[in-house]
Nanobody, 125 residues
Framework: QVQLVESGGGLVQAGGSLRLSCVAS????????MGWFRQAPGKERDFVAS????????YYADSVKGRITISRDNAKSTVYLQMNSLKPEDTAVYYC??????????????????WGQGTQVTVSS
């Protein structure tokens, strides 16, 4: 019943920008903390950003601070990831994930119950 669908990925030049979207169905977004993770070829899936289910509190990986912003629009059941000043090392499949309301554990993959299929982001040099 629960489905998370990412979109907005593509090919961009270094220094460019992309805005990823994650549309949720089968759950009430306002009752979930939401996160973005990414996985590069041959690498493990790593934390990028998260937004708490209440209060608008956000948390980012050190590697993306100042360049990436996570936001949500509960009325549209959508979470966004605005990415600016992109670097080749940002190339990865980006995944959206949902974590039930409660104690917010932003960075742990195993704390997120639902995952999207991913969207490819490629940054050329």
């Amino acid at each position: 019943q629960v489905q998370l669908v990412e979109s907005g990925g593509g090919l961009v030049q270094a220094g460019g920008s992309l805005r990823l979207s994650c549309v949720a169905s089968g759950l009430t977004v306002s009752s979930y903390s939401m996160g973005w993770f990414r996985q590069a070829p041959g690498k493990e899936r790593d934390f990028v950003a998260s937004i708490r289910w209440s209060g608008g509190i956000t948390y980012y990986a050190d590697s993306v601070k100042g360049r990436i912003t996570i936001s949500r629009d509960n009325a549209k059941s959508t979470v966004y990831l605005q990415m600016n000043s992109l670097k080749p090392e940002d190339t990865a499949v980006y995944y959206c994930a949902a974590q039930s309301a409660g104690r917010w554990i932003a960075t742990r993959l195993d704390k997120y119950e639902y995952w999207g299929q991913g969207t490819q982001v490629t940054v050329s040099s």
